[in-house]
């Protein structure tokens, strides 16, 4: 009875002759059922004609036959009426149920990621992390691998920012070399100088390690190299403040201070801050390095590689460091802003770590948002940004006083600044 609908299947009436009939009824194996259209006859009223019939023998043999000539379809009925209430779900669609008959129900479209290739189709199929659902989701391909490679447009204009500042900060250094014995390059330590514009060098060229194809060696260095070099800035900037903070204190009777800033006590800040970092460093490697990873999910039709951080505990160990660091700088400069001395440079250092500290607190949040190349370009920025406002809030106007004004950068006008006497005279 399987060619049977199942409201066929259920029905029971009795017959003319008064027999009770069942055509669900499996206990005779032969039967044989007329089919019936009514047909409208001119001048006559509606009359049934048989158009073919329906016979079993066994339950395996069951033959159907209609006269599709014979058949005489209402005038509204422009072609047979489908016995299914829904037509069938083609590839790419899955059949959700709708309601109890079988016969009804629904075509859904597969989900990003799925696909379906045969018709009416129960469940779609996912594919694999290595593939993609096509537009139709009727197959599953192959996806590319992509990185942050120098080719691309946000990558070549990253590659070209940080080159052009290690050009500005090549030319800054040339600078300071070549006028060394100028009152304002020697103010504040011009070693400290050249080491912090070195370092600056160093961490915009440390950027170039997150553009290209990610090689587990270049994992490695983009963070201890980061963590390292951005450490040897910092603490160079916290020399700096110290140098003023000692000056100024030594004027004062006392010989602590001066004792401190007659043996070079803050020239020990950067190996020692140094050492911190390369211990936190060191921790990293020994617990879990930066490796090679495998993003399937932030682009579709995209294998995205690029390097994880490993240990995400060490990772933030080594930020956290480079914030107390940044931290302890901006409120010793902080404090020394206002101390008088004819180049204190305690202002621009105070705003170059309210630079600095801006950056990164605005980096942390949005670097946990972003997904795929982005995240590694936000890196990147925030590497370029921070070291830009160093070098442009410590040194431009410095760089502005010996090639704009050379006027201030004298003896004579040194002495005039210290003597505000000879002001009023003047």
Not at 239 to 266: E, I, N, Q
């Amino acid at each position: 009875m399987s060619l049977l609908h199942p409201f066929l299947r259920n029905l029971n009436f009795t017959n003319s002759i008064r027999d009770h009939i069942s055509l669900g009824d499996q206990r005779n194996s032969e039967k044989q059922y007329d089919i019936l259209n009514i047909v409208s006859f001119p001048a006559a009223h509606a009359s049934l004609v048989k158009v073919g019939e329906f016979v079993v023998n066994g339950e395996n043999n069951q033959t159907l036959v209609i006269n599709e000539e014979g058949v005489e379809w209402p005038v509204a009925l422009e072609k047979p009426p489908k016995s299914l209430c829904t037509q069938k779900c083609v590839p790419g669609f899955k059949k959700v149920k709708k309601g109890t008959d079988i016969c009804c129900f629904e075509c859904d479209f597969c989900l990003t990621g799925e696909i379906s290739n045969q018709q009416d189709a129960q469940e779609c199929i996912p594919c694999s992390e290595q593939k993609y659902s096509n537009q139709e989701r009727t197959h599953c391909l192959p996806k590319l691998v992509t990185y942050l490679a120098l080719k691309d447009s946000l990558g070549m204009a990253l590659a070209c920012t940080a080159l052009c500042f290690c050009i500005v900060t090549a030319v800054v250094l040339w600078v300071f070399v070549k006028h060394q014995d100028t009152p304002i390059v020697k103010a504040n330590n011009r070693t400290l100088s050249y080491i912090l514009l070195i370092s600056l060098l160093l961490c915009f060229l440390c950027s170039f390690l997150f553009i290209g194809h990610p090689h587990p060696v270049t994992c490695i260095l983009q963070q201890i190299t980061f963590g390292l070099v951005f450490t040897g800035a910092l603490s160079t900037v916290l020399a700096k403040t110290m140098v003023v903070l000692l000056a100024f204190k030594s004027m004062k009777p006392g010989r602590t201070m001066r004792w401190l800033l007659a043996s070079g006590a803050s020239n020990y800040v950067i190996p020692i801050c140094t050492l911190v970092q390369v211990v936190i460093c060191g921790m990293w490697l020994g617990l879990s390095p930066p490796c090679i990873d495998v993003d399937t999910r932030s682009e579709p039709r995209h294998l995205l590689i690029m390097c994880d951080t490993g240990s995400v505990a060490a990772f933030y160990c080594v930020l956290g460091y480079l914030g107390s660091l940044a931290l302890v700088s901006f409120s010793l400069s902080y404090l020394v802003r206002n101390l008088p001395d004819a180049f204190n440079e305690a202002k621009f250092l105070t705003f170059s770590m309210l630079v600095f500290c801006s950056v990164w607190v605005t980096f942390l949040p949005v670097y946990h948002g972003a997904q795929g190349k982005l995240m590694v370009a936000l890196e990147i920025f925030s590497i370029l940004a921070s070291s830009a406002g160093l070098l442009v809030c410590i040194f431009a106007p410095k760089c502005y006083i010996i090639l704009i004004r050379p006027d201030k950068n004298s003896l004579k006008h040194l002495r005039n600044k210290m003597d505000p006497r000879s002001n009023a005279y003047s």
